[in-house]
């Protein structure tokens, strides 16, 4: 089983950066497929940002050209940057694996004022 444990969120005002992090737990880490997911109030979770096995990254439309995924298999860890953030980026930010995620871990609050 995967557990993650994510970072970095916080308050920000329109238009300002914040960097998240996620330690994931497992010897097999750097075969995995990765993901960001968010999930704003009264919501379904989301997929954001993915990253392959081999550094290969697809985003949601949403995020597109403002956020950046990426990894470092060594430590075993996933960032994403998330730049221009707009208010309706607000929410609980989760990684976790790409296909069939389980083992949510607890997320990171992210909130963008106007």
């Known amino acids: 089983q995967v557990h993650m444990v994510e970072s970095g969120g916080g308050s920000v005002q329109a238009g300002e950066s914040l960097t998240l992090s996620c330690a994931a737990s497992?010897?097999?880490?750097?075969?995995?497929?990765m993901g960001w997911y968010r999930q704003a109030p009264g919501k379904q979770r989301e997929l954001v940002a993915t990253?392959?096995?081999?550094?290969?990254?697809n985003y949601a439309d949403s995020v597109k050209g403002r956020f950046a995924i990426s990894r470092d298999n060594a430590k075993n860890m996933v960032y994403l940057q998330m730049n221009s953030l707009k208010p309706e980026d607000t929410a609980v930010y989760f990684c976790n694996v790409r296909y069939n995620p389980t083992n949510w871990g607890q997320g990171t609050q992210v909130t963008v004022s106007s």
């Open positions: 990253i392959s096995s081999t550094g290969a990254t």
């Open positions: 497992e010897s097999f880490f750097q075969l995995r497929s």
